[in-house]
C-alpha cells in the first residue's frame, strides 16, 4: 500500500487484524466442508465461487456509486467540493480521488474504489447545503481515510464469505450437487445447508464488527489529518440531527447502502440492532472525538 500521512490506530488496528484473521479461519472451515462433501465436483464450484468474487471485487463499488446516482464533477462545476478534496490529499499525500456528487437531500458522503488510483469520493447536495466548510472538510478526510486504506476492498472481500455461504447452501438445496438416494448423501445434504448457515450468521456478525471498527479508525485518521476533532463531531452531529427531517421513504431506500456511507441513513436502536450495524453509535463517535480532542489541546 502506498503511503500516505493518515496517522495509524495501533489499538483499532490489531482489533482488525484479529477480525480479518477469524474471517479467515471461516474460509477455511469452509472450503474443507466444500471439499469433503462435494467430491469430485467441488473443482466447478470452485471455479463459479472465484467467478462470482472477482465480479464482486471490480464491479460492486462501480454499481454501488451508480446505485447512488454519484455523477463526477470537474473543478468548474463544483470548485468548493475539489477544492477541499485538493487540500486533503496535499495533506495526506494521497493521490486526487475521482470527485462526485449525489443529487439527494439525505445528506450523506461515501467512498468507492478497490484502489487509491481507482478511487471515488462523493457528497450529496444535502450534504454540501448543510454543512459548513471546516465541517464538510472534516467528513470528506473520514472518505479519504477509507480511499488511504483501501477499506473497500477490504469489507468487499470480508463480506463475501457470506456470499459463498449463501451460494453453497442453495446448491446444495437446489442442484442436487450432491446426489440423493444413500443415507450418507442424505445427511450431506442436510449437513452442508446447516455449516453454510452457521458460517454466514458468524461472517455477517464479523464482518459488522469490521466495519465498525473502520469507522472509529476513519474518524480518528480523518480528524488527525485536519487537526479538528471538533469540527467532524460537529458534523456528526449535524448529519445524525438533519436525518430525523428526511421522509422516512427517503431514508429506507438509502437503508441499503448504509455500509458505504458517512452516516447511517436509518441509526440503530437497541442493543441487537446495534450489534447488526455496519456503523458505531453516535455517542461512541462523538466521546471519542472528544478525547481525541482533548489530547490534541494537551
Known sequence: MARTRYAPDRGLTRRMVLTMFLIGLLYVVLTGVLIAALGKAWPLVVVLVGGLFA?????????????????????????????AVDRLCALADLPKPRVAIADSDVPNAFATGRSQKKSLVCATTGLMRRLE???????????????????????????????????????????????????????????????????????FLLTRLLSRYRELSADRAGALLTGRPSALASALTKVSGQMARIPTRDLRRAEPFNAFFFAPALASGGAMSRLLSSHPTLEQRL?????????LGR
Open 55 to 83: 465480479a464482486q471485487f471490480w464491479f460492486s463499488d462501480r454499481i454501488a456509486a451508480f446505485s447512488m446516482g454519484a455523477r463526477e464533477v470537474t473543478p468548474e462545476q463544483a470548485p468548493e467540493l475539489h477544492g
Open 287 to 295: 466521546d471519542r472525538l472528544g478525547r481525541l480532542s482533548a489530547e
Open 133 to 203: 466548510p471546516e465541517e464538510l472538510e472534516g467528513v470528506l478526510a473520514h472518505e479519504l481515510s477509507h480511499v488511504a486504506h483501501r477499506d473497500v476492498a477490504v469489507m468487499t472481500i470480508a463480506a463475501f464469505l457470506g456470499v459463498l455461504a449463501g451460494l453453497i447452501t442453495r446448491m446444495a438445496l437446489w442442484t442436487g450437487i450432491l446426489g440423493r438416494g444413500s443415507r450418507n448423501n442424505n445427511v450431506l445434504l442436510l449437513l452442508i445447508p446447516l455449516v453454510s448457515a452457521v458460517v454466514y450468521v458468524i461472517s
